[in-house]
């Protein structure tokens, strides 16, 4: 079992920057692919980014490339998305989430922070 909790979620003008953070419990955090994804009400929960056990190589949505940055730091067992120049289309509950396997559903998700843009 691994226990996620996100933070670093708030409101923000458009244009401006925000990182999020994930911290990981309860099993080694290194031997597992960590991933973002983002929710809005009555919307599906789409793919933000994801990172390979042990990094470097990451994956991105269209719509997360070249503004968004995902990152872990495997000795504070966290996983980081640092997201620059929002905009207001990027306001959602934004997940991380973990899996054993480099492909496949993920197994463990957080609880969620939420993250607002303004116009």
């Known amino acids: 079992q691994v226990q996620l909790v996100e933070s670093g979620g708030g409101l923000v003008q458009a244009g401006g920057s925000l990182r999020l953070s994930c911290a990981a419990s309860?099993?080694?955090?290194?031997?597992?692919?960590m991933g973002w994804f983002r929710q809005a009400p009555e919307k599906e929960r789409e793919f933000v980014a994801s990172?390979?056990?042990?990094?470097?190589?990451?994956y991105y949505a269209d719509t997360a490339k070249g503004r968004f940055t995902i990152s872990r730091d495997d000795d504070k067992n966290t996983v980081y998305l640092q997201m620059n120049s929002l905009k207001p289309e990027d306001t959602d509950v934004y997940y991380c989430?973990?899996?054993?396997?480099?492909?496949?559903?993920?197994?463990?998700w957080g609880q969620g922070t939420q993250v607002t843009v303004s116009s």
């Open positions: 989430a973990a899996r054993r396997a480099s492909v496949g559903q993920y197994d463990f």
């Open positions: 309860g099993r080694t955090f290194s031997n597992y692919q």
């Open positions: 990172i390979r056990r042990s990094g470097p190589t990451t």
